[in-house]
T-cell receptor, first 119, second 110 residues
């Protein structure tokens, strides 16, 4: 099963309201990130929070991370119709591949939250 | 878009035929990834690469192979396409722990 799981699967709010999406994961991580995807497009990086951070802000975005509960939340304040999109959390972990230090970095995405902001 | 292109952007093929998707980057980044995106599943990792000729399997690698003979190109091959491989395929690179995605390839296997 996937490392990240977003909740809710779908969220519909009015313009100006705040939107909160949650993400849970299962194993230890280096970082947790949130991405946005508009319909038919690739994902766009929004914000990264490191495992030793608890909260981070970027414009109207606020991300929290609780490593003891293995969960994160993304808050979008004062939402706009243009915020309508799908939002994904992603966790990453460094994977040791060989004794001489060659390593890979593996990202795992959740299934996403579909946010609709109504004008 | 960090200079990532994917080709083709759309493809329709028949069951049993081989298909190769290409991901090209212009900035010599080390890490490259192939994902597939399906409704209800989000993005699932197929294969990734951490250097030329260094690749590893992801969550859903069965039925797929990859090759990376030079830094800028990461090829995804479906040896014998099946209808279950109908999906949207995204290539990505990783820069300082952030992923940057290509525009996607919509593949339909009839």
């Amino acid at each position: 099963s996937q490392q990240g799981e977003e909740d809710p699967q779908a969220l519909s709010i009015q313009e100006g309201e705040n939107a909160t999406m949650n993400c849970s994961y299962k194993t230890s991580i280096n970082n947790l990130q949130w991405y946005r995807q508009n319909s038919g497009r690739g994902l766009v990086h929004l914000i990264l929070i490191r495992s030793n951070e608890r909260e981070k802000h970027s414009g109207r975005l606020r991300v929290t991370l609780d490593t003891s509960k293995k969960s994160s939340s993304l808050l979008i304040t004062a939402s706009r119709a243009a915020d309508t999109a799908s939002y994904f959390c992603a966790t990453d972990a460094i994977i040791q591949k060989s004794p001489w230090g060659k390593y890979g970095q593996n990202f795992v995405f959740g299934p996403g939250t579909r946010l609709s902001v109504l004008p | 878009d960090a200079g990532i292109t994917q080709s083709p952007r759309h493809k329709v093929t028949e069951t049993g035929t081989p298909v190769t998707l290409r991901c090209h980057q212009t900035e010599n980044h080390r890490y490259m990834y192939w994902y597939r995106q399906d409704p209800g599943h989000g993005l699932r990792l197929i294969h990734y690469s951490y250097g030329v000729k260094d690749t590893d399997k992801g969550e859903v690698s069965d039925g797929y192979s990859v090759s990376r003979s030079k830094t800028e190109d990461f090829l995804l091959t479906l040896e014998s396409a099946t209808s279950s491989q109908t999906s949207v395929y995204f290539c990505a690179i990783s820069i300082n722990n952030e992923q940057f995605f290509g525009p996607g390839t919509r593949l339909t296997v009839l």
